[in-house]
């Protein structure tokens, strides 16, 4: 079963538009990462957060993680036509590299 | 450095039929991962093996598919026999040991007709 609930499903915006995507997780973690897939093609990891740290930011995205709501968020800043793509989270609550991903977020950025 | 490497990328088979399914992880990478991706979903884990040993493979429909991962390099996943339901992309994954960073492989997609 998916332990990540993405929020929303399919998010179309403008380009130099932010996108922001919602995680929401089940039971404790040692880590959530981020990763993109563009169609047809493999997942591309994105960024980590570790349990106990609350933002972490990598150029244009920005990663929160709230703990005590079991959810985390991804902020992609001045979004580009080439953002287009799946962006799923994952979460790790074993730091054994099990991952268990969401159902994903279709984001699609308007030329 | 070049990345995973998975073949073929794409499959049709038809139901009852076997099928196999061939990665090469990044060179040096102990951890590698095999997980079924259905259309619309987040991948699902079904093996992960730590050099040539299984760590987890809790998930992974042990009555049809197997996987084996010789020499703690390359790695082969079979399906045998196909059921119309495995319709969906395999992708491999590696890591360095148990490093939280997968790196994935572009992925096989299977059609069980």
């Known amino acids: 079963s998916q332990q990540g609930e993405e929020d929303p499903q399919a998010l179309s915006i403008q380009e130099g538009e932010n996108a922001t995507m919602n995680c929401s997780y089940k039971t404790s973690i040692n880590n959530l990462q981020w990763y993109r897939q563009n169609s047809g093609r493999g997942l591309v990891h994105l960024i980590l957060i570790r349990s106990n740290e609350r933002e972490k930011h990598s150029g244009r995205l920005r990663v929160t993680l709230d703990t005590s709501k079991k959810s985390s968020s991804l902020l992609i800043t001045a979004s580009r036509a080439a953002d287009t793509a799946s962006y799923f989270c994952?979460?790790?609550?074993?730091?054994?590299?099990?991952?268990?991903f969401g159902q994903g977020t279709t984001l699609q950025v308007k030329p | 450095e070049a990345g995973v490497a998975q073949s073929p990328r794409y499959k049709i088979i038809e139901k009852r039929q076997s099928v196999a399914f061939w990665c090469n992880p990044i060179s040096g990478h102990a951890t590698l991962y095999w997980y079924q991706q259905i259309l619309g979903q987040g991948p699902k884990l079904l093996i992960q093996f730590q050099n040539n040993g299984v760590v987890d493979d809790s998930q992974l429909p042990k009555d049809r598919f197997s996987a084996e991962r010789l020499k703690g390099v390359d790695s082969t996943l079979k399906i045998q026999p196909a059921k119309l339901e495995d319709s969906a992309v395999y992708l491999c994954?590696?890591?360095?040991?148990?490093?939280?960073?997968?790196?994935f492989g572009p992925g096989t997609r299977l059609t069980v007709l």
């Open positions: 994952a979460t790790d609550a074993s730091n054994t590299g099990k991952l268990i």
């Open positions: 994954a590696s890591s360095l040991d148990l490093t939280p960073e997968q790196f």
